[in-house]
């Protein structure tokens, strides 16, 4: 059952926003509704859930539980408590928040930089509707006849066992390289490039969450300013994958049954923004204060911190200080990152 039948009752009695839509009252549908909210924080990386999550009566959230959920063959789930994952989604006019949370009877840490096994949550985010990917001619990357498109982007972010996770894997289509690439990024990094915040919160020994914020800027390679939110539909799948220790491959729960590696059905949902988002704006209030427009391009040289194209470095700590349109040089593994600060 993807979506809690409470939750469908209470949208039909009430009549949310969410009924101008029609999206918010299957529970097998695959679509989760994103509401406007007014109080959201500018930095979510402060170790507890925000407080406008808390009051969600009557609103579209994802339960993911086994056996309904499964990822075909990896289902070795043992009751509700390993493992159940719940989603929701909120938004202003300058990005969106995601809510997961997470009941887990045992908690693994990743063996390696990219243990692509170990307790995560794997999201694919993309700019294009489930139906527009599914349906297009040309936009997707022939990855094993898969439905990646050129906007796709997939996020990995570790649940953490004996301590927090600080960073978290991000794989994307490289237009300059002509591949698909999956980076390591810090906490720090995806902030500083991105303005992409990330917190993993400890709730109690079975319950974890992870907020995420992703300025519309950013999310599936970035939107237009100016781009009218209210009504729009933006791709998104995934689940979590969980390894308790006891098998060799993660147990997984999907939210569509894969994920859109393969493109034999159309895995993509969508996040159906409701209205009163508004316009796509810039982040004038993030950590950082700027927004930032970063490209690639492959080199030899490789700082291992920022640099200006003087070849100075620049002093840890004061980046979010550094003048408009200033150029920086960053390493992030496999090449450079060019971010102009505006």
């Known amino acids: 059952m993807r ?10 009695v009430f009549g949310s926003v969410s009924m101008s839509y029609g999206q918010c009252t299957d529970p097998y549908d695959a679509n989760l509704c994103v509401y406007p909210v007014t109080n959201a924080p500018a930095n979510i990386r402060d170790g507890v859930i ?3 999550w808390n009051d969600w009566s009557g609103k579209d959230y994802i339960e993911m539980i086994a056996p309904d959920d499964c990822y075909p063959d990896r289902c070795g789930f043992v ?6 994952l719940t989603i929701k989604a909120a ?8 809510l997961s949370t997470v009941t887990d009877n045992t908690w693994v840490d990743k063996a390696s930089a990219d243990d ?20 297009c001619t040309g936009c997707t990357i022939g990855l094993y006849d898969s439905k990646l498109t050129y906007t796709t982007q997939q996020f990995q972010v570790w649940m953490g066992a004996s301590a927090s996770p600080t960073g978290c894997r991000m794989a994307y289509y490289d237009e300059i390289l002509w ?13 500083v490039l991105y303005d992409i915040e990330i917190d993993v919160i400890n709730i109690d020994a079975t319950h974890k969450a992870q907020e995420w914020f992703f300025p519309w800027t950013a999310y599936g390679k970035g939107l237009a300013i100016g781009t009218n939110l209210d009504g729009m539909k933006l791709g998104i799948s995934g689940g979590y994958n ?15 049954g894969k994920d859109p590696w393969s493109g034999t059905v159309n895995y993509w949902g969508d996040f159906v923004l409701q209205s009163g988002i508004g316009a796509v704006d810039t982040n004038t209030s993030a950590i950082n204060q700027r927004s930032f427009f970063s490209t690639r391009f492959n080199t030899v040289n490789r700082p291992s911190d920022f640099y200006t194209l003087q070849g100075k470095k620049v002093a840890t700590g004061t980046i979010g200080n550094v003048v408009k349109n200033a150029v920086l040089v960053k390493n992030i593994g496999y090449d450079f990152v060019v971010s102009i600060f505006r």
């Open 50 to 52: 925000s407080a406008f």
């Open 179 to 191: 591949s698909w690439q999956t980076i390591g990024l810090t906490w720090n990094e995806l902030s």
């Open 3 to 12: 979506h809690a039948f409470a939750v469908v009752l209470a949208c039909f």
């Open 91 to 98: 938004a202003t006019n300058i990005g969106l928040y995601v």
């Open 79 to 84: 009751g509700s408590d390993d493992a159940l």
């Open 116 to 135: 692509w096994g170990a307790d995560a949550i794997d999201f694919f985010f993309d700019a294009m509707d489930a139906n527009a990917i599914w349906t």
């Open 242 to 256: 969980d390894k308790d220790g006891d098998n060799a491959n993660p147990d997984c729960l999907r939210w569509l």
